[in-house]
T-cell receptor
Framework: QKEVEQNSGPLSVPEGAIASLNCTYSDRGSQSFFWYRQYSGKSPELIMSIYSNGDKEDGRFTAQLNKASQYVSLLIRDSQPSDSATYLCAVISNTGNQFYFGTGTSLTVIP | DGGITQSPKYLFRKEGQNVTLSCEQNLNHDAMYWYRQDPGQGLRLIYYSQIVNDFQKGDIAEGYSVSREKKESFPLTVTSAQKNPTAFYLC?????????????FGPGTRLTVL
């Protein structure tokens, strides 16, 4: 079983819609969770971090964490074509020494 | 400006050659990391270092070597023992020591074996 699992997609949504990206993780003791956005040919850039159960909002982005279900998600409201990218979920292991990255979900926002 | 720089942006290697990828950061971060990314795949950890003069192997260290002589610098050497080195190489850094530490990435080096 992989440490972090994501649906690879591709996920397509129309402009203005809500995009929902999901991630599950295997280490129940994990405490830190991150979403990165990666444009084609570029390096990952941090979008959101979340550490507590519940929702965390930043502009059009909302991260949701449910530790009991070992599930973290990213919602993008009012999706824009510029949001088209691959979104990587990352989890810090319980030891705190290593990030585990999912393989990413490819999102396309259709104008 | 604080950040992470990687050079070169593109690198071409002949079979049997060793090449060294540069990574420098001025964020005063203690920890530095090297990842490899292949098309359609996630990031795989090659090596990481939490303090100067110390580093640990990641999941795919075979065929690679690193050094950490300075806090700011963490060069990666891709040796001829690495049989399939063509990939996108990403360097990252974090403060280290904190369970919540975020990793920040450099722009990457794309290595192609000719």
């Amino acid at each position: 079983q992989k440490e972090v699992e994501q649906n690879s997609g591709p996920l397509s949504v129309p402009e203005g819609a809500i995009a929902s990206l999901n991630c599950t993780y295997s280490d129940r003791g994990s405490q830190s969770f991150f979403w990165y956005r990666q444009y084609s040919g570029k390096s990952p850039e941090l979008i959101m971090s979340i550490y507590s159960n519940g929702d965390k909002e930043d502009g059009r982005f909302t991260a949701q964490l449910n530790k009991a279900s070992q599930y973290v998600s990213l919602l993008i409201r009012d999706s824009q074509p510029s949001d088209s990218a691959t979104y990587l979920c990352a989890v810090i292991s319980n030891t705190g020494n290593q990030f585990y990255f999912g393989t990413g979900t490819s999102l396309t926002v259709i104008p | 400006d604080g950040g992470i720089t990687q050079s070169p942006k593109y690198l071409f290697r002949k079979e049997g050659q060793n090449v060294t990828l540069s990574c420098e950061q001025n964020l005063n971060h203690d920890a530095m990391y090297w990842y490899r990314q292949d098309p359609g795949q996630g990031l795989r950890l090659i090596y990481y270092s939490q303090i100067v003069n110390d580093f640990q192997k990641g999941d795919i260290a075979e065929g690679y070597s690193v050094s950490r002589e300075k806090k700011e610098s963490f060069p990666l050497t891709v040796t001829s023992a690495q049989k399939n080195p063509t990939a996108f190489y990403l360097c990252a850094s974090s403060r280290a020591g904190e369970i919540t530490d975020t990793q920040y990435f450099g722009p990457g080096t794309r290595l192609t074996v000719l």
